[in-house]
Nanobody, 125 residues
Framework: VQVVESGGEMVRPGGSLRLSCVAS????????ISWFRQSQGGERVFVAA????????VYEDYSKVRFTVSRNNAKATGYLQINRLRPEDTAVYYC???????????????????WGQGTQVTVSA
């Protein structure tokens, strides 16, 4: 199984990015996709999640306005759109997959079966 994120780069405040997460070696449509982020020296924190149908999405309070999670099962790809980027959004963003039967809290990083290597987002003027 391989999970690869891309799309991170350095952008100015107010800009937008769309991060991608491509998974192979598994039946992508069977998994919940979550996004986490980790700033330098900080913990890995939950950003958003989307179920296998794409109909049910979960966000944190800080991510529910400017962040949009989506997926395309035919392309085995998940997405995280971030608008009106702020310097505090600077972090490594990770994609993680877990089985839909797992009812543990989405924020629990240890409950995820597969992780990507992360993609760096830097927001700076």
């Amino acid at each position: 199984v391989q999970v690869v994120e891309s799309g991170g780069e350095m952008v100015r405040p107010g800009g937008s990015l769309r991060l991608s997460c491509v998974a192979s070696g598994l039946d992508f449509g069977d998994y919940i996709i979550s996004w986490f982020r980790q700033s330098q020296g900080g913990e890995r924190v939950f950003v958003a999640a989307i179920d296998w149908t794409g109909s049910n999405k979960v966000y944190e309070d800080y991510s529910k306005v400017r962040f949009t999670v989506s997926r395309n099962n035919a392309k085995a790809t998940g997405y995280l759109q971030i608008n009106r980027l702020r310097p505090e959004d600077t972090a490594v963003y990770y994609c993680a997959l877990r089985e839909p039967w797992n009812r543990a809290p989405l924020r629990s990083t240890q409950e995820y079966a597969y992780w990507g290597q992360g993609t760096q987002v830097t927001v700076s003027a």
